[in-house]
């Protein structure tokens, strides 16, 4: 039921959105997403549609921006795809391949002319696709997303090259970029780039094109085409036919030809290349060092695919080797008064201008037509249809627009992140951007919980709670780029340093003047405790999570010297990049095969949940909940999902303090006995500190945090709603702090007695992001019980998926004993199946002996070195 009203409410906002494109009067390219409710929200909100691919549409003036249909399960792709005309499919899929690939052979018996892309979620899903499969010729190319948002436009314009090629190199002269590469992870990597290169080259030509438009627009339409081939045949078939036009080459080694792998393939195509373009600019990209002295006597650039520069050398060869307007305010002379680059200043000056210079404007129809050049179709037509006479006076005509106007902003806003300018204070209902660039995957999820919160009307079913998100900002990746490349601290990606140091050169680092404007202003708005928090790009994904493996602070934000927060400020956030530097975060990589130059950090802020007690902060509830729970007790269900919470600040729970569990469908089912939880209570909570001392950070996560004894909240007066007594006399526990005796933090007069309905809360939301996400979910939460309106504010803090095994595994636990098993435990944390481990390293306890704790440690450490030297996967 939750979940058709939530589908219901997407759909309508995709409908609201897309209207303009079917008001619009020339041909718009159509693309069919194929993804779960999550994966789609975040392909089409992560600035992965939205800003890279519309943005750049409008600001070259291409054709037509393209519209999204998103399908959620194959039935209604197919009823889609049936009913409506697609220039283009793309199937998401992470582990489960076995759909999309059926799907697709569905889809091209339909239209086999039709381009079916299959987009990969992460690297892990390599390990389930098998370009063998029959199934896997329905499938016209693979791309491997890894969150960068950057990729889509390259898949676009991909498709699109791939379309327009021929036209273009005979009718425009166009010139073509081949890149020959059969990696799907590299070609992933390269596309993004090259096309980001290449589109603000041409940005700049049509900038430099202020006199002639007809060589405006052909500046504009006719930047280089990319086009992609993975053998020798395909790419000889490519050179042949667009030789005249072939602007230069980017070539790997090894690939097929004569579908056979050849190590030389890639000179022998370069040699034959230049023969025929002896001036040809040509790459050369390998993992194979021996091959630069090759490429050098080829006359080719090298690139090293294992450098961590890859990106700026690819960036770098393509730079130096291939070699609409603002709205004038006038008065009736004529004569400018104004000029108008942006939306905000257009308003601006709207409400500024003398009557006769709105006037002017008004009867020529001029401010419809500004917004319909800006693709504001509907607003365009909306004031296109009034005459001046419709209104009674000027003034009400300036009213009007600016109203019109300010639907306009709000429409586009919602959903969506606000850059911050420092002059907003409208984000209590937004999330704001600090810096440009990526969300990472923290940030997409959260972004994806603002979303479903302003999809779904979480009031109709729950009365007397608020569902929120805190007030968030987002830094994107664009400021990580800039910091570690401006300040050199790359080298620390592949160089052993200590972690001291590393976050010593980290603070001495210099951010962005751009960036640290905007936090002094952010600042000056926000004077409650924040979070500041780690959102790499792999963070939150569905089989390595990357979880706990980064920093995160919790700043009291209270000094009264306004440059000591901010240096506070930005000394957590330099520590959070130099976070992912350290030497466990390196092994984290290495463990999960990944490439660290291939991660890069965005920062969420936070404001903290909670209120102020005495000098201190914390929110009375905060924990994680599960929506499937591995072990299930008495009569509850995996499904039926699992709740942790303590009372104060969430750390406790992930730190591992004694908190309470439940089942959020059965909440008042005590899982341990009154016994049992008299021996697991919750002792001591955690707070922040908010004196005006200020806090040395580098010293760890644990300097935010002021660990109190539950009694320090007697005075606090917050414990009434969260604990019960226990009753010494009787051997009960009374919910309720109100009598005498041990305090136990069950929140049972919440649970038992329904003061709020915690318990539903948590089972509606965890029903929703499971079917949205498509799989098990897992979320942060914080609860005020001082809310807004006098209400308890349920704050979402975090939802991602709960990771699970990519094989489900059913254990007939009487077909074993004891003595044939390798291991035995009583503590585990769910079951699966891994085949690739091979070696076992076994410390001995027979022999073992506590003195040698630190020698066993350095065998262990070089027994660990070797077997990773050797790419041995172990226990």
Known sequence: MYFEELVAAYENQHHEKNIFHDLMPFKVHEILLVATLYDSFIVEFDGALSEQIYGEYYQLSLSSAPRVTSAYTNESAVSLYEKNSYDMVILMAGLDLDSPLELAKILKNINDKIPVLLLLNNNASFTVLNIDCPLYAYIDRTFVWNGYSKLFV?????????????????????????????????????????????????????????????????????????????????????????????????????????????????????????????????????????????????????????????????????????????????????????????????????????????????????????????????????????????????????????????????????????????????????????????????????????????????????????????????????????????????????????????????????????????????????????????????????????????????????????DIRLSQFCQAIKLVYASMFSKTAKTYFETANYKIEEERMAIVIQEIVGDFHDNYFYPHISGTAQSYNYYPVSYLKPEDGLCIAAFGLGAYVVDGGECFRFCPKYPKLDILSPENQLNSVQHQFYTI??????????????????????????????????????????????????????????????????????????????????????????????????GKNGNPDFAILQLKPLIRGADKNTIEFESYTKDSLLLFTESSMGNGKDETIYDLVYVNPSVWNRADTENIAKEIEYLNDCLKAEKRKYI
């Open 154 to 562: 390259g898949m676009l314009k991909y498709v699109e090259d791939l379309n327009n090629v021929k036209y273009d190199t005979g009718t425009g002269l166009v010139r073509v970029i081949l890149l020959i590469e059969d990696s799907i992870r590299y070609y992933s990597r390269y596309l993004p780039i090259m096309y980001s290169v290449i589109m603000k080259q041409t940005q700049s030509l049509i900038e430099d094109e202020n006199l002639v438009e007809t060589n405006k627009i052909l500046r504009m339409r006719a930047r280089p085409k990319i086009l992609l081939a993975t053998s020798y045949e395909e790419a000889e078939k490519i050179f042949t036919q667009y030789e005249q036009y072939i602007l230069a080459v980017i070539s790997d080694v090894r690939f097929k030809k004569n579908c056979v792998l050849d190590p030389n393939a890639g000179f022998q195509f370069l040699e034959m290349a230049k023969k025929r373009i002896p001036d040809l600019p040509v790459m050369i990209q390998s993992s194979e060092l021996d091959n630069r002295y090759k490429a050098e006597q080829l006359g080719a650039f090298f690139a090293d695919k294992n450098s961590n520069s890859l990106d700026l050398e690819l960036k770098r060869f393509i730079k130096e080797n291939l070699g609409f307007g603002s709205f004038v305010f006038r008065n009736p002379l004529g004569n400018e008064i104004g000029r108008a680059n942006n939306m905000d200043e257009f308003i601006k000056f709207l409400k500024q201008i003398p009557p006769e210079s709105l006037l002017f404007h008004a009867v020529r129809n001029h401010f419809s037509a500004w917004l319909m050049a800006r693709g504001e179709i509907q607003f365009a037509w909306i004031l296109k249809k009034y005459r001046i006479s419709d209104f009674k006076n000027l003034e009400e005509i300036r009213g009007f627009i600016i109203q019109i106007l300010d639907d306009l902003v709000r429409f586009k806003n919602r959903g969506s992140i606000l850059n911050f300018d420092g002059n907003t204070n409208d984000h209590d209902s937004h999330i704001i951007r600090l810096a440009n660039g990526s969300l990472g995957g923290k940030g997409r999820g959260i972004t994806f919980t603002q979303n479903l919160i302003e999809n779904f009307d979480f009031a109709l079913y729950l009365k007397n709670v608020n569902v929120i998100l805190p007030q968030t900002a987002v830094i994107g990746i664009d400021e990580f780029d800039m910091f570690v490349e401006s300040n050199n601290l790359w080298h620390y990606a592949y160089e052993e340093a200590p972690y001291e140091q590393i976050k010593n050169d980290f603070i001495k680092g210099r951010m962005t003047q751009n960036t640290i404007e905007k936090i002094k202003k952010f600042l000056k708005n926000n004077t409650k405790p924040l979070a500041v928090r780690s959102s790499g790009l792999f963070e939150d994904m569905l089989m390595l999570p990357f979880s706990g493996i980064y920093e995160t602070f919790l700043l009291p934000n209270s000094h009264s010297d306004f």
């Open 689 to 786: 500190d908010c004196n005006d001392s200020q806090k040395d950070l580098s010293k760890g996560e644990e300097v935010c945090y002021k660990v109190l004894d539950v009694s320090a909240a007697e005075s606090h007066e917050t414990l009434r709603d969260v604990a019960s007594t226990f009753d010494l006399a009787n051997n009960r526990i009374v919910p309720g702090a109100s009598t005498q005796g041990p305090r136990i933090i069950n929140f049972a007069p919440i649970l038992k007695y329904e003061t709020f309905p915690f318990a539903e809360t948590l089972s509606i939301i965890l029903e929703l992001g499971a079917k949205a996400m498509g799989t098990p979910i897992e979320i942060e939460f914080a609860v005020n019980l001082n």
